[in-house]
């Protein structure tokens, strides 16, 4: 039994321990803890009809901030589940509660947000950050050194993928620094994950896989599963950018074969996003290897798993990777690039 098995079978017990309609906030929190074990280990169904309990239970005891966690928690299941525009439905609808400019700065820069990002909506995505940065302009001191750090991170992120990775450099740079300086075990490899790809844009690989190889350890050490492929598949990148090809080859490999495993330790893994991403990196790979029979049955499977959740930012990179295939790969009904 996994760690993630074992925290289900408890928060299970806890949840059917509670007397029926108990509208309190520790139910409240037992709830929440089932429906994110079930949310973590890809049951989806399961992890929604819990999250509506605790709705109900939340608009029955009238408390708008429950209230507003249990719509997130649903909007995040959705995200999970690639259904985006359902996760929009329900972050929009939880910001529009009468929730403090806290939770509403952090449910717009991280639900409202990410969701925007794998539709492909960059735009979007910067406007939201930079909506979540105003609002922390009514923030206790303690409150902004709490959350500031994550939403301009988000922000520099934004500006990196769209281009402006000169502009993102000196802001991702800082935050680095004030991740360490704090020791915070999840801001650090947060940030140099981050860094580590905008260095890539800046055409600085050996730099990115320095920040790239001390976020790998950490998100190990933080049992992060589905971040550490996405770093694993960084490095890859760098490694393939600095031309050693068989190095990029074995991290995507292993991005592949992690991601493939599935949740373990920590919710992360359920999202297949990490899963495709690690497909195109490796399909990719295998190209320019000149191993194309084994980079086309890749790109198929990234190309079926990024048009089955209309993740447009990966169709995009499918697209570019498609052109340099021998074989054409029929449309997909329904998919506008």
Request: with cysteine; net charge negative; charged share 25%.
């Amino acid at each position: 039994m996994t760690p993630l098995e074992k925290e289900l079978k408890q928060n299970r017990e806890c949840v059917e321990a509670l007397e029926p309609g108990d509208t309190s906030e520790d139910a409240r929190k037992s709830i929440t803890s089932l429906g994110a074990a079930y949310r973590a280990l890809g049951m989806w169904e399961e992890a929604l009809r819990t999250f509506d309990t605790g709705l109900s239970r939340a608009e029955e005891a009238e408390d708008p901030e429950a209230t507003s966690r249990f719509l997130i928690s649903r909007s995040c299941t959705f995200y999970h589940m690639g259904q985006y525009a359902r996760a929009i439905e329900f972050a929009t609808r939880a910001i529009k509660s009468r929730i403090s400019d806290v939770s509403r700065a952090k449910y717009i820069s991280y639900y409202l947000a990410n969701p925007y990002e794998m539709l492909g909506d960059m735009k979007r995505y910067v406007a939201l950050q930079e909506e979540a940065v105003n609002l922390t302009e009514s923030f206790s001191y303690q409150q902004e050194q709490e959350h500031l750090p994550w939403i301009l991170c988000r922000l520099a992120k934004g500006w990196d993928m769209m281009g402006y990775s000169h502009r993102a450099n000196p802001v991702l740079v800082d935050h680095v620094a004030i991740f360490r300086n704090m020791n915070h075990r999840f801001g650090m490899p947060f940030s140099m994950l981050l860094l580590g790809r905008n260095l890539l844009n800046l055409d600085r690989p050996q730099e990115s896989e320095q920040f790239l190889t001390e976020a790998l350890v950490l998100y190990e050490e933080n049992g992060q599963e589905g971040l550490l492929v996405d770093t694993v598949v960084a490095l890859s990148e760098a490694a393939a950018a600095m031309k050693n090809m068989e190095e990029a080859r074995l991290y995507a490999d292993q991005a592949v074969e992690e991601a493939r495993r599935g949740p373990r330790r920590a919710e992360g893994l359920a999202d297949k996003r990490h899963l495709n991403q690690a497909l195109i990196q490796s399909a990719r790979i295998y190209l320019e290897l000149g191993r194309k029979h084994e980079s086309l049955v890749l790109y198929g499977e990234a190309l079926e798993m990024a048009a089955r959740s209309n993740r447009r930012l990966m169709l995009a990179e499918l697209l570019e990777l498609q052109k340099a295939l021998i074989h054409p790969t029929p449309s997909v009904p329904g998919i506008n690039f």
